[in-house]
């Protein structure tokens, strides 16, 4: 059983950084990608960033430049590093994992910016 837990989210004032952090458990060697998305109020989850197996990462265009992902060294930790933010950044952003089998998620980390 694939478990996923976020943490690093809080509330920052517009122009600040955070890092968020996902640790996985269970059998997520098959990987296929690992990333973010983000839901804010009356919004459908979106795509921030992912990384593949490969380690090659790609970004929502509303973040590129300002939003890193990396995975840890042990491979089962992806980060989310985001600098800039924006009031418009504001949601709970959940760390996601792709496997042959399909898709897990974690229960999520509210990120809140304030202007």
């Known amino acids: 059983q694939v478990q996923l837990v976020e943490s690093g989210g809080g509330l920052v004032q517009a122009g600040g950084s955070l890092r968020l952090s996902c640790a996985a458990s269970g059998s997520i060697f098959s990987f296929a990608a690992m990333g973010w998305y983000r839901q804010a109020p009356g919004t459908q989850r979106e795509l921030v960033a992912f990384i593949t197996r490969g380690g090659e990462a790609n970004y929502a265009d509303s973040v590129k430049g300002r939003f890193t992902i990396s995975r840890g060294n042990a491979k089962n930790t992806v980060y989310l590093q985001m600098n800039s933010l924006k009031p418009e950044d504001t949601a709970v952003y959940y760390c996601?994992?792709?496997?042959?089998?399909?898709?897990?998620w974690g229960k999520g980390t509210l990120v809140t910016v304030s202007s």
């Open positions: 996601n994992v792709r496997l042959p089998i399909g898709d897990y």
